[in-house]
């Protein structure tokens, strides 16, 4: 089994900035990629950021800019850099991971979740 822990989250103004980790433990081999997916109360969860295992990172149109995600494959731990937050990225954020627990063979996982709120 595998764990994601996010940390991070808090409250914040509209302009500030926000750190999130997420650290992977358990029975695994390695991470394949990893990201972070956020769901505002109301709203589906959405994609923000993913990056590979060779650091190829995909961000959504709306955090273009303003955040940065990144990893550190020795710590398997992935990381979100939010700066200029708006109220409208007022969501739980959400780590994900494609992991390779056997051989060739990947599960896909989910942390709980970290609460960020940007007020306005």
């Known amino acids: 089994q595998v764990q994601l822990v996010e940390s991070g989250g808090g409250l914040v103004q509209a302009g500030g900035s926000l750190g999130l980790s997420c650290a992977a433990s358990?029975?695994?081999?390695?991470?394949?990629?990893m990201g972070w997916y956020r769901q505002a109360p109301g709203k589906q969860r959405e994609l923000v950021a993913t990056i590979t295992r060779s650091e190829s990172t995909n961000y959504a149109d709306s955090v273009k800019g303003r955040f940065t995600i990144s990893r550190d494959n020795a710590k398997n731990t992935v990381y979100l850099q939010m700066n200029s937050l708006k109220p409208d990225d007022t969501a739980v954020y959400y780590c994900?991971?494609?992991?390779?627990?056997?051989?060739?063979?990947?599960?896909?996982?989910w942390g709980k979740g970290t609460l960020v709120t940007v007020s306005s």
């Open positions: 994900n991971a494609d992991a390779v627990v056997f051989g060739i063979t990947t599960r896909e996982y």
């Open positions: 358990g029975r695994f081999f390695s991470m394949n990629a």
